[in-house]
Each structure stands twice: as C-alpha cells, then as structure tokens.
C-alpha cells in the first residue's frame, strides 16, 4: 500500500498576507502622565490619518501606574506599545531607547504633557517624506508659534537662555534648538546615537549638535500648550544636565579639531 506523503507546511508568509510596518512612530517618554495616555492617544487618533503610525511609550517606572495605563490601551489598539524602563531615567536615553525600538523610516518625539500640538505631526511627516527635510521641529520662536505655556517666569528663563547659548554652538541656524518636539529621517538619527551624550532633557539639540554634515531642517510654528495633569519637571538638576551636554560636545569637537593633521 503506496502512502501519500504528508503536506509540506506553509510558511507563515504564504499563510498570512504581510502587513507593512508603520510609516510613523511617535516616541513619548513619560513619568507619571498616566491620566494624559488616554487623552493623548485619542488625540493623535484623530490628527493623523494619512500615515499608518504607532505610539510608543518609554515609562520610566513611574509610581502613578502610568505604564499600566498604556499596556491596557495596547491590548485595545496594536498601534500603541509600551516600554518599561527599570533602573534607568532621563528623557534623553528614553527617546534613544524608544526610537532603536522602531522601524518606521520617520520618527516623532513629543512629550506626554498634551503641551505639544499631535495637529502639527502630520505637517512633520510630509515634510520629511515629501519635501526632503532630514528634521522637522515644532518651534515656539518663529511667526505663529508661541510659548506662553511655559510653566513660570524660571522656565521662560531657562529656555531663553538655553537658547542663545545652544545657537552659539550648532552647526545649522535653528531659532528653537531647546524644543522638544520634532521629526527626523530614523536612520540620521540611528547613525548618530554612538555621539549623543544619552544626558538630560534636550535630545534635539543633543542630535543637532554631532552631526558633521549641516541637515536640512524646517522650523513649524505651534503654540505650547499649559500642563493638563502632573507637574513640570524642569529643576536645577536639568540646568546642569544642559551644561553637561553643551561642555561634552565642545570637548569632542575641540579633541577632533586637535586630531587633524596640520598642513
């Protein structure tokens, strides 16, 4: 009796059609901004329709629960992912995280406050996918924009200051380095991670300031919405992380320069 032999398995391409992977992910470090995941959820929901994009989430164990708030959206919407970070904190290393997490050819970073405009994401995306810009940055300091939403007279300080000494030392005239909203090409960013100082709050300028090529940047007006839930997280500790940042990648650039072969 001849036995018919079995049926070779398909594989999991042939069974399934493939689904692209997003065009788009929105990075958002957060510390207990668990009433805002919803909010901002629903609110990118709505503004951006025209790219497949997820959410991600990098939590850095806040107390408040605000990583089960964002695993509870996942288990309703594939387009939301979590990251929990244990042992580790800082805003920067949290986006560094987060973006190496990610596939999508654009990346956004936005804070989980509801202080940046997710209606401004979609202007982002076309400028890098349809106008060739490598960063696109929500920017409070050209005409439209606005930072009235800055917590107190400090922090208007800080940013100002901030500011004027960040254009001293970047490589490309940007009127709002200290914003920490924008987009960038993933792989400009990816190519840079080994020379970011992963310290502080200002990861914009952070990635500006080691690139060795000038990028083609578009500054986008938008206004700086006041708090919604939780407290600013702005001290002096940030103060001195800044200066951190600025002091190493001055001594970086000066220890190349000094590298160079005289003619």
């Known amino acids: 009796m001849q036995v018919s032999p079995e049926p070779v398995p398909q594989s999991a391409h042939e069974v399934k059609t493939a689904r692209p992977g997003p065009a788009l992910s929105i990075i958002i ?33 806040s107390p408040d629960g605000t990583i089960d708030e964002v695993w509870r959206l996942a288990q309703m919407d594939s387009r939301v992912r979590g990251i929990l970070r244990v042992g580790r904190r800082g805003l920067s290393s949290a986006v560094i995280e987060g973006i190496l997490s990610s596939s999508a050819p654009v990346v956004a970073v936005m804070d989980g406050d509801l202080q ?13 996918t349809r106008n060739g810009y490598d960063v696109a940055i929500g920017s409070r300091h050209v005409e439209g924009g606005d930072n009235s939403g800055l917590a107190n007279s400090w922090r208007l300080f800080l940013s100002n200051a901030g500011i004027r000494l960040a254009q001293f030392c970047l490589p490309v005239r940007v ?18 991670v080994s020379d970011l100082s992963g310290t502080g709050f200002k990861i914009l300028l952070d990635m500006l300031m080691v690139q060795k090529t000038s990028p083609k940047v578009i500054e986008l ?28 990648h001055m001594l970086r650039k000066n220890s190349r320069v000094s590298r160079q072969p005289s003619s």
């Open 29 to 61: 470090p957060c510390y207990n901004e668990r009433g805002n995941i919803e909010p901002l959820f629903n609110g990118v929901a709505r503004a951006v329709t025209r790219y497949d994009w997820e959410q991600i989430f990098v939590d850095d164990s």
């Open 221 to 248: 007006p938008f206004v700086f919405r006041t708090r919604n839930v939780g407290e600013s997280k702005m001290d002096q500790k940030v103060l001195f992380q800044f200066a951190h940042m600025i002091v190493h």
């Open 175 to 192: 009127k709002d380095p200290m914003s920490g909203f924008f987009a960038a090409r993933r792989d400009l960013f990816v190519q840079s």
């Open 116 to 128: 940046h405009d997710e209606t401004l994401l979609e202007q982002m995306a076309d400028a890098i």
